[in-house]
């Protein structure tokens, strides 16, 4: 291990403009459940799967089910930036750090201080009126629980309050996307971590990486291993910590 990371290090000290591409592993040391983990969401008893009551179509057909679930499983309260959030947003403050690429949506990378962040999966931090399009906070989610029907209505034109949250059967941000693309073909070193790489399209971003410098911290196989530079089979949080941050 301290051999891998004396690896990791000099990679770093190496590099200027650095790409993190990061996936559940890295907030589940903050106490945030991984989905797809043994005792995730995906593995609890509910009506419907989550995949199911995930997706744009149970959203619109059964809205007041999606926000029981909604409100249970993916909005976290009191949850705080780890050792991997905090380093990548020293990173970024050092100059050697050029953008976040997250599949979470937890905002925690935001949390720690970072800027450049893409996030491809949305948040559950912002939500709007699918009607007017007025912004609303995750407390008043939470705080609809409490209406008869347990659905959020927007207070200015009484429209659904959807969570910006890509569900299943909804493309991408493009101009997330985009700009996600633009920091990858750019970056001379690219650090994967706590992903499986496993979720299309967001994995298939790694492609528009075209340096030799690719870390892969995961604590299991990935099928873009091979390709990597460096292979680190450790929680991200652990190896983050060891790392020092020079300009």
């Not at 999966?121 to 629980?145: E, K, P, W």
């Not at 347990?150 to 569900?167: A, S």
């Not at 790694?206 to 340096?211: D, L, P």
């Amino acid at each position: 291990m301290d051999k891998k990371i004396e690896q990791l290090q000099h990679l770093i000290d190496e590099s200027s403009a650095i790409v993190f591409f990061g996936g559940a592993g890295v907030s589940t040391e903050s106490g945030i459940p991984d989905f797809r983990s043994v005792d995730g969401l995906y593995n609890q008893k509910w009506d419907y799967p989550p995949e199911t009551i995930l997706s744009h179509t149970f959203f619109m057909r059964q809205t007041a089910e999606f926000y029981r679930f909604y409100r249970e499983k993916l909005i976290v309260k009191g949850v705080q930036p780890n050792a991997a959030h905090r380093k990548l947003a020293e990173l970024e403050r050092a100059g050697k750090l050029r953008g976040v690429i997250t599949q979470n949506i937890d905002g925690l990378h935001q949390a720690a201080g970072s800027t450049a962040v893409y996030e491809l999966h949305g948040s559950t931090l912002r939500n709007y009126c699918m009607q007017c399009g007025s912004s609303y906070d995750s407390d008043f989610i939470v705080a609809a629980a409490a209406h008869d029907d347990g659905i959020p209505h927007c207070t200015k034109c009484g429209g659904t309050v959807k969570p910006d949250v890509v569900l299943y059967e909804e493309p991408l941000d493009q101009a997330v996307m985009d700009s996600a693309i633009t920091a990858l073909s750019a970056a001379d070193m690219l650090i994967i971590g706590g992903t499986s790489l496993t979720v299309y399209p967001a994995a298939g971003l790694i492609h528009y990486f075209h340096g030799d410098r690719l870390v892969l911290i995961n604590q299991g196989e990935t099928r873009e291993d091979g390709r990597a530079s460096l292979v680190i089979r450790e929680p991200i949080g652990a190896v983050c910590e060891r790392i020092v941050v020079r300009p």
